[in-house]
């Protein structure tokens, strides 16, 4: 079992920044695939960023392209997702998940272990 626990959302305005973490419990950390999916409020959860188990791979979506940008430390059991230049349709619960694979999955049925979320608010 893999225990996430996401940190670092909040409410920002417009054009502002936000750093969010997920901490991972499990030692191993280094051979798990990670990735960063949001839901808004009546929508599904889509993907945003993923990255490979070494960091050398990474992976996001075209609305978050050049804003967003997905790292992890594995000596801290820990991947980032830094947000910069948000915007009003960013405002969502953002979820990390995590999946033992060389791969760098993109879709949320490929991942098998998740976080409670954090929410990020961004004011226009």
């Known amino acids: 079992q893999v225990q996430l626990v996401e940190s670092g959302g909040g409410l920002v305005q417009a054009g502002g920044s936000l750093r969010l973490s997920c901490a991972a419990s499990r030692r191993l950390f280094s051979r798990y695939a990670m990735g960063w999916f949001r839901q808004a409020p009546g929508k599904e959860r889509e993907f945003v960023a993923a990255?490979?188990?070494?960091?050398?791979?990474?992976y996001y979506t075209d609305s978050v392209k050049g804003r967003f940008t997905i790292s992890r430390d594995n000596t801290k059991n820990t991947v980032y997702l830094q947000m910069n230049s948000l915007r009003p349709e960013d405002t969502a619960v953002y979820y990390c998940?995590?999946?033992?694979?060389?791969?760098?999955?993109?879709?949320?049925?490929?991942?098998?272990?998740w976080g409670q979320g954090t929410q990020v608010t961004v004011s226009s």
């Open positions: 998940a995590a999946d033992r694979t060389i791969e760098v999955p993109t879709t949320r049925d490929e991942y098998n272990y």
């Open positions: 990255i490979s188990w070494s960091g050398g791979i990474t």
